[in-house]
């Protein structure tokens, strides 16, 4: 966990990040204890394996610290003009999931540099955008798994995703499970 955090917040002393990682356990532990209680009240008895539970709610929390862009992190004031230009960039790739955007259109659309993009956006939200959308997509399709009665192959469609195989690897990957056993245990 601290590795995360060390990635989020890599101008933070070893004690503070420490402390947010208890801090992070303790919310982690409490929405999991809240979870549980709708899941028991809803009379369901599955619910994630007590070795899974950590790393799925701190990647929650972490996707969730991710969707804003990093306030304490500094860029340098030619990387800070650009910020904006970023966040017209997150706000476009993030609208149409069924989408997909290469980098390179991406730059000369907004007229920016392909490897400024690339490090301003990491700067900014913490991950390279391949790996930021990817775990974009899949936390949507989680949403619209939870949500809606839609089928795992139109999820999977409306969040970009045109193989369902891929799909349910990529989700394996974010979520640690299927997502026929994911809708089953969170629906």
């Given at each position: 966990?601290?590795?995360?955090?060390?990635?989020?917040?890599?101008?933070?002393?070893?004690?503070?990040?420490?402390?947010?990682?208890?801090?992070?356990?303790?919310?982690?532990?409490?929405?999991?204890?809240?979870?549980?209680?709708?899941?028991?009240?809803?009379?369901?008895t599955s619910f994630c394996a007590e070795e899974d539970r950590e790393e799925i709610?701190?990647?929650?929390?972490?996707?969730?610290?991710?969707?804003?862009?990093?306030?304490?992190?500094?860029?340098?004031?030619?990387?800070?003009?650009?910020?904006?230009?970023?966040?017209?960039?997150?706000?476009?790739?993030?609208?149409?999931?069924?989408?997909?955007?290469?980098?390179?259109?991406?730059?000369?659309?907004?007229?920016?540099?392909?490897?400024?993009?690339?490090?301003?956006?990491?700067?900014?939200?913490?991950?390279?955008?391949?790996?930021?959308?990817?775990?974009?997509?899949?936390?949507?399709?989680?949403?619209?798994?939870?949500?809606?009665?839609?089928?795992?192959?139109?999820?999977?469609?409306?969040?970009?995703?045109?193989?369902?195989?891929?799909?349910?690897?990529?989700?394996?990957?974010?979520?640690?499970?299927?997502?026929?056993?994911?809708?089953?245990?969170?629906?």
């Amino acid at each position: 966990m601290i590795r995360y955090l060390y990635i989020l917040y890599p101008d933070k002393s070893a004690e503070s990040l420490a402390f947010l990682a208890i801090e992070f356990k303790k919310i982690a532990l409490f929405i999991h204890a809240r979870a549980k209680a709708y899941a028991e009240a809803a009379g369901r008895t599955s619910f994630c394996a007590e070795e899974d539970r950590e790393e799925i709610l701190f990647s929650d929390l972490l996707f969730l610290e991710m969707t804003e862009p990093a306030e304490s992190q500094s860029l340098d004031p030619y990387h800070s003009g650009q910020t904006e230009t970023i966040r017209r960039i997150h706000s476009q790739i993030t609208e149409n999931l069924s989408c997909r955007y290469t980098i390179e259109e991406l730059s000369r659309q907004y007229l920016i540099n392909t490897a400024a993009l690339k490090n301003i956006f990491k700067s900014v939200y913490g991950l390279p955008i391949a790996s930021y959308m990817k775990h974009y997509r899949i936390r949507k399709a989680a949403e619209l798994l939870r949500e809606s009665s839609m089928s795992i192959s139109d999820a999977a469609s409306a969040v970009g995703y045109e193989s369902q195989s891929k799909f349910s690897a990529a989700f394996k990957d974010i979520m640690k499970m299927l997502p026929s056993d994911y809708r089953r245990q969170y629906k």
